[in-house]
């Protein structure tokens, strides 16, 4: 098959191009803005494309985009108002519009489970007041439905990611984990209501490359829409779990009501957007319906907290 790909150079995007170059036979075609930001092995094989571009400027590509079989559009903008609504809106349908409704086959989609409630239902509070990168999220799937391409759309929704290594850009939050032992000294003293799922990158790129062979056979019950998660995890879980993963002891722990934190908002003036208020009283970003390597019969590369640990190379001591 023709794969067309964005975001190849993000931390998500290196995982998956990966696997596809190295366990496949594809012809690969990958759009970045700066070819030396992706460090998979180009020359592994045959059948490798770099495309250097602006996905603003993507109507380029037009005609080749009428060639492709499948696309994996992962490429984001985190921020700005414009940016984000030209790059994760407007570029992505021209994508979507420019193919060959006879010759392409399947479109994988990466929107984000920040949009979703908790039965995996539109969060109306996404669309409102979430931050530009999700807005835009909202306002993009909202729009699908309206392309005669949209029976041909798999839309998967990643979790927390985590993931990165030398040859692989880290993600937001596995950049923070050098210094997790240091903080853990002071969060173990402390409960927290709240929930949440996380999934590593390699298994995200693991459920793309079936989804690549399967995904037009997919079972009906998903309704080609995938919250991309292993199993949910408490915050006093996660918490005790890393603990043990530290071999630090966790003796009495304080309760942080949610209403004890939104007097501290009040008296010290914390100055928070609408999105981050929102989510700190929602609190469980949890999901009823989720898939994971597990899923699809695949071993899950990170499929727990210590598991997560090890390959992210934190140091238990």
Same mark, same amino acid.
């Given at each position: 098959m023709?794969i067309?790909l964005?975001g190849?150079?993000g931390?998500?995007?290196h995982?998956v191009?990966?696997?596809?170059i190295k366990?496949?036979?594809?012809?690969?075609?990958?759009l970045?803005?700066?070819?030396d930001?992706?460090?998979c092995?180009?020359i592994y094989?045959?059948?490798i494309?770099?495309l250097?571009?602006?996905?603003?400027?993507?109507?380029?590509?037009?005609?080749l985009l009428k060639t492709?079989?499948?696309?994996?559009?992962?490429?984001?903008?985190?921020?700005?108002?414009?940016e984000s609504?030209q790059?994760n809106v407007?570029a992505?349908l021209? *994508?979507? +519009?420019? @193919?060959n409704?006879?010759?392409?086959? !399947? /479109?994988?989609y990466?929107?984000?489970?920040?949009?979703?409630?908790?039965?995996?239902?539109?969060?109306?509070?996404?669309?409102e007041f979430?931050t530009d990168y999700i807005?835009?999220?909202y306002?993009c799937?909202?729009?699908?439905?309206?392309?005669?391409?949209?029976?041909k759309i798999?839309?998967?929704y990643?979790?927390?990611?985590?993931?990165?290594?030398?040859?692989?850009?880290?993600s937001h939050?596995?950049?923070g984990l050098?210094?997790?032992?240091k903080w853990?000294?002071?969060?173990?003293w402390?409960?927290?209501?709240?929930s949440f799922h996380f999934?590593h990158?390699?298994?995200i790129?693991q459920v793309i490359?079936?989804?690549i062979e399967?995904g037009?056979?997919l079972d009906?019950?998903?309704?080609?829409?995938?919250?991309?998660?292993?199993?949910?995890?408490?915050?006093?879980q996660?918490i005790?779990? *890393?603990? +043990?993963? @530290?071999?630090?002891?966790?003796?009495? !722990? /304080?309760?942080?009501p949610i209403w004890l934190a939104?007097i501290?908002?009040?008296?010290?003036?914390?100055q928070m957007?609408e999105w981050?208020y929102?989510?700190?009283n929602?609190r469980?970003?949890?999901y009823?319906q989720f898939v994971?390597?597990q899923?699809?019969?695949l071993?899950?590369y990170?499929?727990?907290?210590d598991r997560?640990?090890?390959?992210?190379q934190?140091?238990?001591?």
């Amino acid at each position: 098959m023709r794969i067309f790909l964005t975001g190849a150079s993000g931390c998500i995007g290196h995982y998956v191009v990966d696997l596809l170059i190295k366990n496949t036979e594809h012809e690969l075609f990958l759009l970045v803005r700066n070819r030396d930001k992706l460090k998979c092995d180009r020359i592994y094989r045959d059948g490798i494309h770099l495309l250097e571009g602006d996905l603003a400027n993507i109507l380029e590509h037009k005609e080749l985009l009428k060639t492709i079989n499948q696309v994996i559009l992962i490429a984001t903008c985190w921020g700005g108002e414009q940016e984000s609504y030209q790059i994760n809106v407007e570029a992505n349908l021209n *994508i979507i +519009n420019s @193919l060959n409704t006879e010759i392409c086959s !399947q /479109i994988i989609y990466f929107s984000t489970a920040s949009i979703l409630g908790q039965q995996n239902q539109l969060l109306h509070e996404a669309g409102e007041f979430g931050t530009d990168y999700i807005r835009t999220k909202y306002q993009c799937f909202t729009k699908l439905k309206e392309l005669d391409l949209y029976s041909k759309i798999i839309t998967v929704y990643p979790t927390l990611v985590f993931g990165g290594d030398e040859n692989k850009p880290y993600s937001h939050l596995s950049g923070g984990l050098k210094d997790l032992p240091k903080w853990m000294n002071l969060i173990r003293w402390f409960q927290a209501d709240g929930s949440f799922h996380f999934i590593h990158g390699y298994d995200i790129a693991q459920v793309i490359c079936y989804l690549i062979e399967n995904g037009q056979n997919l079972d009906g019950n998903y309704d080609k829409k995938l919250v991309l998660a292993n199993e949910p995890l408490t915050v006093n879980q996660a918490i005790q779990e *890393i603990c +043990n993963y @530290l071999q630090k002891k966790v003796y009495l !722990q /304080i309760p942080l009501p949610i209403w004890l934190a939104n007097i501290f908002i009040k008296v010290f003036n914390i100055q928070m957007a609408e999105w981050d208020y929102f989510c700190l009283n929602y609190r469980h970003f949890t999901y009823n319906q989720f898939v994971n390597p597990q899923t699809f019969n695949l071993s899950g590369y990170a499929p727990n907290i210590d598991r997560l640990m090890k390959v992210s190379q934190v140091s238990p001591k």
